[in-house]
């Protein structure tokens, strides 16, 4: 998979931008931007806190728009370049 992946971005058929890829959960593929209405919405940023598994009151705070994850989220991802990450990285948390 990664071969032709790297063969597709290489021909220029595939790139990486900052966008979102619109998803037609009826038809379970990819929607052009040319076929979609685009919309700005102000939305609610939500933080939840997961109490540490050892203990230690070292929890780890998650930022989302999302809320109704929550119970469904095995992980949770750490961005390298943030001041947070050494301590989150590799730690067990529970579901609140």
Same mark, same amino acid.
């Given at each position: 998979?990664?071969? %032709?992946?790297?063969?597709?971005?290489?021909?220029?058929?595939?790139?990486? =931008?900052?966008?979102? %890829?619109?998803?037609? $959960?009826?038809?379970? +593929? #990819?929607?052009?931007?040319?076929? /979609?209405?685009?919309?700005?919405?102000? =939305? +609610?940023?939500?933080?939840?806190?997961?109490?540490?598994?050892?203990?230690? =009151?070292?929890?780890?705070? %998650? #930022?989302?728009?999302?809320?109704? /994850?929550?119970?469904?989220?095995?992980?949770?991802?750490?961005? $390298?370049? +943030?001041?947070? +990450?050494?301590?989150?990285? =590799?730690?067990?948390? #529970?579901?609140?």
């Amino acid at each position: 998979m990664r071969i %032709v992946f790297v063969r597709l971005y290489e021909r220029g058929l595939i790139y990486r =931008g900052r966008y979102i %890829v619109n998803w037609c $959960p009826r038809c379970h +593929t #990819a929607i052009s931007d040319l076929e /979609t209405v685009h919309q700005t919405l102000r =939305g +609610t940023l939500y933080t939840i806190r997961y109490p540490a598994a050892d203990d230690s =009151g070292r929890d780890i705070v %998650v #930022a989302t728009t999302r809320p109704e /994850t929550l119970l469904a989220t095995p992980a949770s991802p750490c961005t $390298p370049t +943030t001041s947070a +990450t050494p301590a989150a990285r =590799g730690r067990s948390c #529970a579901c609140p």
